[in-house]
């Protein structure tokens, strides 16, 4: 996968010794300089993690409970078209309850509803309509919520924090000279922090998302924007200034 990767605007200051700071602060006494490195990643998902649900109301929670486990085998049997292992599937065991409802103000038992959800990894994203569609087809009765994401989720976060510790260094580099200065020994290094968001645009390696099973019979794929991650990070470091 090719990350697309750009630097956002980093901001910085500079701080002097004087007699007025704190005694508390976290900034040296001798001259220095706090700089904030930020960078960004972009990189389209190549992983979708689908949630699902199956239920079943039947006059018996046995026959409730029966029908949601031949909907799930029958799921899991033809999971395996997609390249789905056991490994890629979580199912949850099953819930029954009893349904009631009001007749001359007086609760009436109308039968017992099974149900049991799914949460399955999806390795090979331009399949997802697909596999949307065999779920349907399966008798799953919920599609709950589709993420998107990336399976260098782990490399692309380092990357990010790697490009904002070099934006900080050349920041404050650039920021010193024009002062006829030039960075000394850090002095602290906070913490960094990373996080991944979703932003939308053109992917055409997923086709348009159809749920409902009667209109994927006779619904003209289409098109549709696609999440792309974003993966940030942050760096503040401050840094002894040396004169020229």
Same mark, same amino acid.
């Given at each position: 996968?090719?990350? %697309?990767?750009?630097?956002?605007?980093?901001?910085?200051?500079?701080?002097?010794?004087? $007699?007025?700071?704190?005694?508390?602060?976290?900034? $040296?006494?001798?001259?220095?300089?706090?700089?904030?490195?930020?960078?960004?990643?972009?990189?389209? $998902?190549? %992983?979708?993690?689908?949630?699902?649900?199956?239920?079943?109301?039947?006059?018996?929670?046995?026959?409730?409970?029966?029908?949601?486990?031949?909907?799930?085998?029958?799921? !899991?049997?033809?999971?395996?078209?997609?390249?789905?292992?056991?490994?890629?599937?979580?199912?949850?065991?099953?819930?029954?309850?009893?349904?009631?409802?009001?007749?001359?103000?007086?609760?009436?038992?109308?039968?017992?509803?099974?149900?049991? #959800?799914?949460?399955?990894?999806?390795?090979?994203?331009?399949? *997802?309509?697909?596999?949307?569609?065999?779920? @349907?087809?399966?008798?799953?009765?919920?599609?709950?919520? %589709?993420?998107?994401?990336?399976?260098?989720?782990?490399?692309?976060?380092?990357?990010?924090?790697? !490009?904002?510790?070099?934006?900080?260094? #050349? #920041?404050?580099?650039? !920021?010193?000279?024009?002062?006829?200065?030039? !960075?000394?020994?850090?002095?602290?290094?906070?913490?960094?922090? #990373?996080?991944?968001?979703?932003?939308?645009?053109?992917?055409?390696?997923?086709?348009?998302?159809?749920?409902?099973?009667?209109?994927?019979?006779?619904?003209? $794929?289409?098109?549709? @924007?696609?999440?792309?991650?974003?993966?940030?990070?942050?760096?503040?470091?401050?840094?002894? *200034?040396? @004169?020229?």
């Amino acid at each position: 996968m090719k990350a %697309i990767i750009s630097l956002i605007i980093t901001t910085f200051f500079v701080v002097t010794f004087s $007699p007025l700071s704190s005694a508390n602060s976290s900034l $040296p006494n001798n001259r220095h300089i706090a700089v904030t490195g930020s960078a960004q990643v972009q990189a389209k $998902p190549d %992983i979708a993690m689908i949630s699902m649900s199956v239920e079943s109301t039947q006059k018996e929670s046995l026959a409730a409970k029966q029908q949601v486990d031949f909907r799930v085998n029958q799921f !899991l049997d033809g999971a395996s078209k997609f390249n789905i292992t056991e490994q890629d599937i979580s199912a949850s065991s099953i819930a029954t309850q009893p349904k009631y409802t009001y007749v001359n103000n007086q609760q009436v038992l109308t039968g017992y509803k099974a149900s049991r #959800s799914l949460k399955v990894s999806l390795k090979d994203i331009t399949k *997802l309509n697909q596999f949307l569609d065999f779920a @349907l087809s399966a008798e799953i009765n919920q599609i709950i919520n %589709i993420e998107l994401k990336s399976s260098q989720e782990l490399q692309l976060k380092a990357e990010a924090t790697a !490009l904002a510790v070099k934006d900080a260094k #050349s #920041s404050g580099s650039e !920021l010193a000279q024009s002062f006829d200065a030039k !960075l000394g020994r850090i002095y602290s290094i906070n913490a960094s922090s #990373s996080a991944n968001y979703g932003r939308y645009g053109s992917n055409k390696s997923v086709e348009n998302i159809t749920f409902s099973q009667r209109e994927a019979d006779t619904a003209r $794929p289409g098109k549709y @924007l696609q999440e792309n991650l974003v993966f940030t990070s942050s760096v503040s470091v401050v840094f002894d *200034l040396e @004169l020229n």
